[in-house]
């Protein structure tokens, strides 16, 4: 059975540091990603990743985030620098056995989901 738990979210100043890890065990995914949701807005796509080459990053965190896979451990990480209050949500990893290209930050497209980690971030 797949199962997803995330982990290192928590409180920090704006332009402080988080890494977030999603440990994965069930399956061996093709595809890996990350998702927020703030209160009273959609569920967005953060960061994800095709096998360990391929990574795509949403506007708004792009040159501040960094999505990372470890094979050995099954386990996927998302590095945030010069975070800012905008960051605040829960953080959901996501996984999938295909990869959808473009439509990659649609929550639809992932089938296998994490319960959630906060990330709170303060100015």
């Known amino acids: 059975q797949a199962l997803l738990v995330e982990s290192g979210g928590g409180s920090v100043q704006a332009g402080g540091s988080l890494r977030l890890s999603c440990a994965a065990s069930g399956l061996t995914y093709t595809s890996m990603g990350w998702f927020r949701q703030a209160p009273g807005k959609k569920r967005e796509g953060v960061a994800a990743?095709?096998?360990?080459?391929?990574?795509t990053y949403a506007d708004s965190v792009k040159g501040r985030f960094t999505i990372s896979r470890d094979y050995t451990e099954n386990t996927v990480y998302l590095q945030m620098n010069s975070l800012k209050p905008e960051d605040t949500a829960m953080y959901y990893c996501?996984?999938?056995?295909?990869?959808?290209?473009?439509?990659?930050?649609?929550?639809?497209?992932?089938?296998?989901w994490g319960q959630g980690t906060q990330v709170t971030v303060s100015s």
């Open positions: 996501a996984a999938d056995m295909s990869w959808y290209g473009e439509y990659w930050d649609e929550p639809p497209k992932w089938t296998y």
């Open positions: 990743i095709y096998y360990s080459e391929t990574t």
